[in-house]
């Protein structure tokens, strides 16, 4: 069967965009329909045509924009990715800065109050994570992802040794390791059973036990 055109498909309200304009579109509402279908039922029961079809386009245009299954779950882990970010960059004023102790802080308890706000993105995030486990063609973007994510505490760790707000013999990335499988951690037991986990308490101990752990030695 051909595959329908996404000029039929389009939502009205497309009419009059540039072809590129309607493809970026159809893009992020495929994509944002499987963060839905993920949340709600899990990454084994996503299929392509479902995604397009839950969008409002026809079943065979998400494998014409994303090829395989497994390219959709990367593109859906890299949207998931890009949307906190720009969330991020418009969030607390240390959130994107030159990096530093207190930026540093300022991204910690983002990431925490940012990711409960929505429990169907973070489970769908968690969903696409936990794929690279049994998935082999995931795995290297997904470790692409987990080192990228983990880089972004390590240059603020450094920036803040330069500014002597930590101790000069802290391992920058290994603690980026930690903080963020400490926050991926916390977030997916909160996921499990809210009504256990005290988000603002927890955010507030690790904050200070990263403050005290890290602390310069008195002069």
Not at 56 to 74: N, T, V, W
Not at 99 to 122: H, P
């Amino acid at each position: 069967m051909a595959l329908e055109s996404e000029s039929e498909e389009r939502p009205a309200r497309a009419l009059g965009r540039t072809q590129a304009q309607r493809r970026a579109e159809a893009e992020q509402r495929i994509l944002q329909a499987a963060v839905d279908i993920i949340a709600e039922r899990g990454i084994d029961q996503l299929t392509l045509a479902e995604a397009g079809e839950a969008a409002g386009y026809s079943r065979a245009l998400p494998a014409h924009y994303f090829g395989s299954r497994e390219d959709l779950i990367l593109a859906v882990a890299d949207h998931l990715v890009q949307g906190y970010r720009r969330r991020m960059e418009a969030g607390p004023p240390g959130g994107s800065g030159a990096g530093g102790l207190e930026s540093l802080i300022d991204g910690i308890a983002f990431y925490i109050d940012d990711n409960r706000q929505s429990g169907a993105r973070l489970r769908a995030f968690h969903e696409v994570l936990n794929a690279a486990l049994n998935r082999p063609a995931l795995a290297p973007a997904i470790a692409q992802l987990d080192h990228e994510s983990a880089a972004g505490f390590v240059y603020q760790i450094r920036a803040a040794i330069r500014r002597g707000e930590i101790r000069a013999d802290v391992d920058p990335e290994a603690e980026g390791v930690l903080i963020l499988a400490t926050l991926r951690g916390v977030m997916r037991q909160w996921l499990i059973a809210p009504d256990k986990v005290d988000l603002d308490a927890v955010r507030a101990e690790f904050i200070a036990g990263l403050r005290r752990n890290w602390s310069p030695p008195a002069t």
